[in-house]
């Protein structure tokens, strides 16, 4: 609840100072390069990772991203570069980006 609160002051100060979601650096940011480069930005950490599947754990849910010869090429506490032949990506509890 406590955290609850926390969130959504924190969403109206942004929204008071006309500042973008992602300026406290809590919002997942997913910038896709062509279709061989993803990063995410601002995970909460791994919860699979293979070849063909990266599970991220997000405030808003788990980032299921699908390919092929994945590979987390930097990781970092907040970062994930992932390479490899991106086929989508999409919140598998929060609605969808990407693929259906």
């Known amino acids: 609840m406590r955290m609850a609160k926390h969130h ?4 109206g100060l942004l929204r008071a100072l006309d500042l973008p979601a992602d300026a406290d650096g809590s919002v997942i940011r997913v ?3 062509g279709n061989t480069d993803l ?14 599947l990266v599970r991220l754990q997000s405030e808003y849910g ?10 987390l090429s930097e990781f970092g506490q907040e970062r994930a570069y992932i390479r ?5 990506w999409r ?10």
């Open 91 to 100: 919140y598998e509890d929060a609605g969808g980006c990407g693929i259906p």
């Open 8 to 11: 959504k002051l924190r969403k």
């Open 84 to 88: 490899g032949a991106v086929f989508g």
């Open 62 to 71: 788990v980032l299921r991203i699908e390919g092929r010869g994945l590979q």
């Open 39 to 52: 990063l995410v930005e601002n995970h909460a950490g791994v919860i699979r990772y293979n070849d063909d």
């Open 31 to 33: 910038t896709m390069i």
